[in-house]
């Protein structure tokens, strides 16, 4: 039976192609109507435009059945892709002339279409599966027509082969005869063909031995009568002895290599040979058997435990990533906080580098042509300078500077203000804020800068000590007319550059 499948599989294989002997006949992959469905266009045949059989794909890229690529190649001389031109007519290159030794198997679309679900396409058969099964389908479906194998040339639906050739057949009594097992005589109804026989007759050989074994007791109780029929006995014992010859005995199991051997009354040597050689071997060879099995049940259970250990192992192991999914979740959220927290620390650095501690600050102001037109489209209104410091431990204070006016200046004039910020050390100072406030403008040329002085004023909430972030401003809404500031007259604006100084001092 191997080698007859090593033989099925090994005609599988072979091309298409070759079941066309006169080279005039086109192979074909698989219907289309096999499928579940109509297939992807990259499961179909370049040529045949049917689902590929044993796909190859060529140097252009393009998929054919095996039979189709070797026949094109066998047909045509010099065959060109007809996908590659039918995407470009007018050109030919080398990788798209078809050649079968420069073809390789698409071992992924061989294995896609394995895939693919299919149906029986034999009336009457309502079988679905998948391609790779469809072969074996074809070989057993009992709707398919087959030829009889008595050989009376008609085809019949196989599931009634068995009524035909009972029935219908003129010649299966002939072929029942023919093919039956050589030990039908003593009870073996197999039938078949010769080759099929002789298998059966090879593996059967223990199941024949215990019909041998039956049939010589019923023998032994009959012994022959006298005239004609004994002449039929006589025949019945060789038909005997020929079917036990058939078996085929090693020879180690021969009489002559037991010569003492008992034989009991009425009995054969080749009965006592069952009795004494035969049926103790086949006992010893059923122990062994048992033995395997044993052994194999052991290593089963064994398998049983390791995979049973195994899947315990996977869910600890399951539990430990879940764990550690957590653990990087929370680290990931920690690193997130301190990466805020950096930022802060870093603001808070630039700007405490920035800071002053003796109430004196000069603000740089770059960008003021840009600065002017946000101001003037309502974009950022005002800039806010640094915060610096009147002393070390002191009050907290910055410069709040509107380009397009404030108040009083809209539109007209730079305003420019004080803001009181809440300090670290606001509880140790004194409330409200009485200082000498003076604004100078610096003029980058001439040296004749620009100045402004005012007294904050102690009954205004913007001198109160801070409950916000920061206080209401105060300070100069009209401090520079932004004609005065836009004039070539003065150098307050160079290079888009202002520079705005800040003098607090304490009231005298």
């Known amino acids: 039976m191997a080698e007859r499948r090593s033989r099925s599989a090994s005609r599988r294989r072979r091309p298409t192609v070759s079941s066309f002997p006169d080279g005039n006949e086109e192979p074909s992959g698989y219907p289309l109507g096999l499928c579940q469905g109509a297939p992807e266009p990259k499961y179909l045949c370049g040529h045949c435009k049917s689902v590929l059989r044993e796909a190859l794909q060529t140097r252009c890229g393009h998929r054919y059945c095996s039979a189709c690529l070797a026949w094109l190649v066998r047909i045509h001389k010099n065959p060109v892709c007809q996908s590659c ?47 790779k099964a469809l072969e074996g389908h074809q070989s057993t479906c009992e709707y398919a027509r087959v030829l009889c194998r008595a050989g009376c040339g ?30 039908s005589r003593i009870g073996c109804s197999f039938k078949g063909n010769r080759k099929d026989r002789l298998e059966h007759e090879k593996s059967a050989m223990g199941t024949h031995l215990a019909m041998l074994l039956q049939h010589a007791k019923q023998r032994k109780g009959s012994p022959c009568p006298a005239g004609s029929e004994a002449d039929l006995c006589l025949k019945a014992t060789n038909a005997l002895k020929g079917i036990f010859t058939s078996l085929q005995l090693p020879p180690a199991l021969d009489m002559d290599a037991f010569p003492g051997l008992p034989l009991y009354e009425g009995e054969s040597s080749w009965q006592a040979l069952l009795r004494g050689r035969v049926v103790p071997l086949l006992d010893s060879k059923l122990r062994v058997f048992e033995n395997i099995v044993s052994v194999l049940s052991k290593e089963m259970d064994a398998s049983r435990q390791k995979i049973t250990a195994f899947r315990c192992q996977r869910g600890l192991d399951q539990d430990t990533i879940r764990g550690l999914e957590l653990k990087i979740a929370d680290l990931q959220r920690c690193l997130a906080q301190k990466e805020v927290a950096l930022t802060r620390l870093q603001q808070k650095l630039l700007l405490s580098a920035e800071a002053t501690y003796d109430g004196v600050f000069l603000w740089k102001i770059t960008d003021v042509h840009q600065k002017c037109y946000e101001a003037v489209s309502g974009k950022v209104c005002s800039l806010q300078s640094p915060a610096f410091y009147t002393a070390r431990y002191g009050y907290k204070l910055c410069m709040r500077l509107y380009l397009n006016g404030e108040g009083r200046g809209k539109g007209t004039h730079m305003s420019v203000f004080l803001v009181l910020l809440r300090g670290e050390y606001d509880v140790l100072l004194e409330w409200p804020f009485t200082h000498k406030i003076t604004f100078m403008l610096l003029d980058q040329d001439n040296g004749d800068h620009l100045t402004n002085t005012f007294h904050t004023d102690p009954t205004s909430a913007s001198s109160q000590r801070p409950v916000t972030d920061m206080n209401e401003a105060s300070g100069c809404p009209r401090f520079l007319s932004l004609a005065k500031l836009q004039s070539l007259k003065y150098t307050y604006l160079k290079d888009g550059t202002l520079f705005l100084k800040c003098i607090v001092e304490p009231a005298l």
């Open 154 to 183: 008609q085809k019949v639906m196989r599931k009634k082969l068995a009524e035909h050739l009972q029935h219908e057949c003129t010649l299966s009594s002939a072929h029942s005869d023919k093919d039956s097992c050589r030990f």
């Open 85 to 131: 031109k039918e995407d470009d007519p007018d050109h030919v290159d080398e990788d798209m002339l078809l050649s079968v030794e420069k073809a390789f198997s698409d071992a992924a679309i061989n294995k896609e279409i394995s895939e693919l679900s299919v149906h029986c396409v034999v009336p009457g058969c309502t079988w679905t599966g998948i391609m």
